[in-house]
Nanobody
Framework: QVQLVESGGGLVQPGGSLRLSCAASGMIFSLNGMGWYRQAPGKERELVATVTVRGSISYGDSVKGRFTISRDNARKALYLQMNNLKPEDTAVYYC??????WGQGTQVTVSS
């Protein structure tokens, strides 16, 4: 059974940093692309960053230059380093494996 468990969210001041992690199990991790998505209250879920099987990376326009996605196939883990956080980054952040599997989400709140 595929499981994705996010961690690392929390409350941070504007300009601060957080590192999200997604621990995966129940699949051959290296066979699919992965990504981070987020959903703020009253808004649709949006792409934050994705990384393909071959390591190609893409970012949503609002996070380019501030966020960095990475994956560790040996550890079956996906990461999101978030720097220079802004209040508009406040959302629940979700890990996604392939097209169909999602984690439960981790809350990120950016506020002074």
């Amino acid at each position: 059974q595929v499981q994705l468990v996010e961690s690392g969210g929390g409350l941070v001041q504007p300009g601060g940093s957080l590192r999200l992690s997604c621990a995966a199990s129940g699949m051959i991790f290296s066979l699919n692309g992965m990504g981070w998505y987020r959903q703020a209250p009253g808004k649709e879920r949006e792409l934050v960053a994705t990384v393909t099987v071959r390591g190609s990376i893409s970012y949503g326009d609002s996070v380019k230059g501030r966020f960095t996605i990475s994956r560790d196939n040996a550890r079956k883990a996906l990461y999101l380093q978030m720097n220079n956080l802004k209040p508009e980054d406040t959302a629940v952040y979700y890990c996604r494996y392939g097209m169909n599997y999602w984690g439960q989400g981790t809350q990120v709140t950016v506020s002074s």
